[in-house]
């Protein structure tokens, strides 16, 4: 338990690091001391500059090449702030990318002091990366490295890990008891919707069953040993004991340690009387009369914890790693040396430089859209709702908008039920699912301004002003009437699913074959990995009887 301890803490610092070094050169650096941010654009890109060159990791791609890096990193949070309503990239997300440029510039001198000049994979260390053609690709690579990371559609819904080339652990952790007392029995999961007494040493809890009035005793007893959940004895402190009787407080503790109180029942006086034994916790309760059957009668009193230093209550961690690999992605095309230049030539089309964007396009796509059908694949929950209002109902529309309203609130809440932490953040919707969320009242969704259709994942807007809502123009992926729901919460690592590049898409050129063509291999090497308990933040709702026209 130990070792995972520090195993997580050593990986949540370095994450924190690398990210507030990210914000440091990237963002802090475009505002004054003040906090107001520097309106001019050549004085704001001195301040990025002069961050990058006193930054470990910027200044060692060399003092040019730093400079530009940085500003165009900087303009690509900018962009992404933008188009974001003003929020930044999440710690995971800038951990993961100064982890993958440092990876990209472990070779280089600055970063080798440091000891980290490991990182790098060997077949990439071995490429034409350090020719003088491999030093522009390489400074390709990592300006794009930011900038595709911050344009991935599922960044709602991924962590970023950290860019590790063999292997990374993740944690689940959860929040224990570390005593027995109260409501809570050791080892007992502590989550964000537990509730009990534990801390709070001042407790109340409800005479046993058999010692409530039933029409015929006068003499009752409350036992904290037997009549507490955590079924420990409790030394209770003198003069804090109280009695409810039917939750209204009829009896208090005197001075001089005995009970006295009275109620009113059927107009009529009942004194009551009793007795504390502040070592074991035993309360006997006495009344001159008989209570009615099936009065409540409720205890207080606060733990004497000074008197038994044991019984201070702990909180505890419980532990469990996850390890992943990473995996390669990679993608080739060739051309021959006549259709190479017939295309240069006659149309001034560089073909290599085509086929390098069109396969780093593909890359990064289809990467999102295997993220997204991991998720389709290992969703459980699911839910269905009827668009159209029911024939011969008096039913209106407005009934019905109230009616979806409820269900997003309900599945919300489930979803906090389930997974203890969050409830429904957004949605990944088919085309016929996007159209209906798109038609209702201004009072359940709000478009996203300057939306514009396109044909790949899409952000469109917000449901309840809080839940975001993507279209999905892959109906073989997302079916049309249905959407993928999900929660995730802020905390590192705490989502449905991990992504992150140790090595993000590098090309790789190969000399002229005997056939005369020439050929790139674009390749890359990095995680993608639902999280081991992704189904308790997901949930599949299917849209029906709802006809576009």
Known sequence: MKDTAQRYEAGLADTLSRAGAMKRVLIQSQFL?????????????????????????????????????ALSDASAIRDYSAMNNGA??????????????????????SIAESGKSDMLLSSMAESNLSSEKGVSIRATTAALTLPVMLANPLNDIVSYLPARKNEVEIFEIERVAGKTLGDFKKNQIIDELSYGQYSTQRQRYPFAKDQLPDGSKKQFTFNTKS????????????????????????????????????????????????????????????????????????????????????????????????????????????????????????FGVDINAMNLSSMRDWLANERALKQLDDLMFLVKEEYSFDAAVPENSHETWKDRFEYIKSLFLTISQTMIDTNKESGLKGMYCGTLFSTFVQMLPPSLFQRAAGYVKTSRIHFIGTILGSIKVFEVPFTSLVPAHKALGYGRTEKLGKAPYYTGDVVPPTLYSHEVTKGLRKGNTLWANGYDNASPTCDKFLVLIELKNYTAS
């Open 88 to 109: 930044l990239p999440s710690d995971d997300l800038l951990a993961a990318a100064h982890g993958t440029l440092e990876n990209i510039y472990s070779n280089n001198q």
């Open 227 to 346: 009549h507490t959940p955590a079924g420990v004895m409790l030394p209770v402190r003198p003069t804090s004991i109280k009695i409810y009787f039917n939750r209204t407080e009829a009896a208090i503790q005197l001075d001089g340690g005995d009970l006295y109180g009275q109620v009113e029942v059927g107009g009529a006086k009942v004194i009551l009387s009793g007795t504390v034994d502040h070592d074991t916790g035993i309360i006997v309760l006495d009344s001159d009369k008989v209570l009615p059957n099936e009065s409540q009668l409720h205890a207080e009193f606060e733990v004497d914890i000074e008197a038994n230093g044991d019984l201070i209550p702990t909180i505890d961690h419980k532990m469990k790693g996850f390890k992943f690999r990473p995996h390669s992605r990679v993608i080739a095309a060739d051309a021959s040396i006549m259709s190479a230049f017939t295309m240069n030539t006659e």
């Open 33 to 69: 001391p003040n906090g107001s941010y520097i309106s001019d654009p050549s004085e704001r890109d001195n301040g990025i500059i002069a961050a990058a060159a006193e930054d470990p990791l910027y200044s060692s791609m060399g003092e040019e090449m730093g400079a530009r890096q």
